[in-house]
């Protein structure tokens, strides 16, 4: 089964430095590409004393397409992005959890063993999210419904350690009927 994702342990002091660095390098690499196609553009396409906000604009527009592309095709596999692109990763892989969401809840609430393991996952994914992003605020309001659903998986004798999620859970949780709440 192809995993979609794994939890993997990390430091969540050492992650926000690292994502911190590479958000202020991306910023750099914006902010200079967007003076540099500016005023080449203003210089090649402008008028003296005119109005150049087109031009200006123009070569913003073109920084953040740039920008976009250098981070996608250069930056992203770089070691210095190894901790931004997991934590996006991440979101993204709980993020298409609550978009099923209503269905993994139906599925809980019929103890459908899959919808269970993907709640897990979902809750451990949350709550190493919280703990990377340093918001113990919003995790404190989770963890009365994770020990609840850590309680069902005990009775249902499940593996708490539910750290990959896989493409062939979402799609059976897809298959079982909605909740109307």
């Known amino acids: ?14 992650y926000r430095q690292q994502t911190r660095r590479s958000t202020l390098i991306i910023a750099v690499i914006f902010i200079a590409l ?5 005023s080449s553009a203003v ?7 005119g109005d150049n906000f087109r031009w200006n604009a123009t070569g913003v527009a073109l920084a953040v397409a740039l ?4 981070v996608r095709g250069l930056l992203w596999r770089q070691p210095l992005m190894a901790s931004a692109v997991y934590g996006w990763r991440l ?4 993020m298409r959890v609550t978009n099923l969401m209503h269905h993994v809840k ?9 919808a269970m393991q993907v709640l897990r996952f979902y809750h451990l994914g949350l709550t190493q999210m919280h703990q990377l992003d ?3 605020s919003s995790l404190s309001e989770a963890v009365a419904e994770i020990n609840q659903h850590s309680e069902r998986m005990q009775e249902a004798k499940l593996d708490l350690q539910q750290p990959t999620l896989y493409s062939e859970w979402l799609e059976a ?7 109307r709440q």
Not at 34 to 38: D, I, Q, V
């Open 34 to 38: 967007a003076m540099l196609l500016s």
């Open 134 to 136: 340093a918001n113990s």
């Open 106 to 114: 139906a599925g809980v609430a019929a103890r459908d063993h899959t």
């Open 67 to 70: 920008s976009f592309a250098l």
């Open 91 to 94: 979101k993204r892989s709980l």
């Open 1 to 14: 089964m192809p995993a979609l994702f794994t939890i993997e342990p990390q430091n969540p002091e050492q």
């Open 173 to 179: 949780v897809k298959q079982i009927p909605a909740s």
């Open 43 to 49: 210089l090649l396409f402008g008028t003296p004393g």
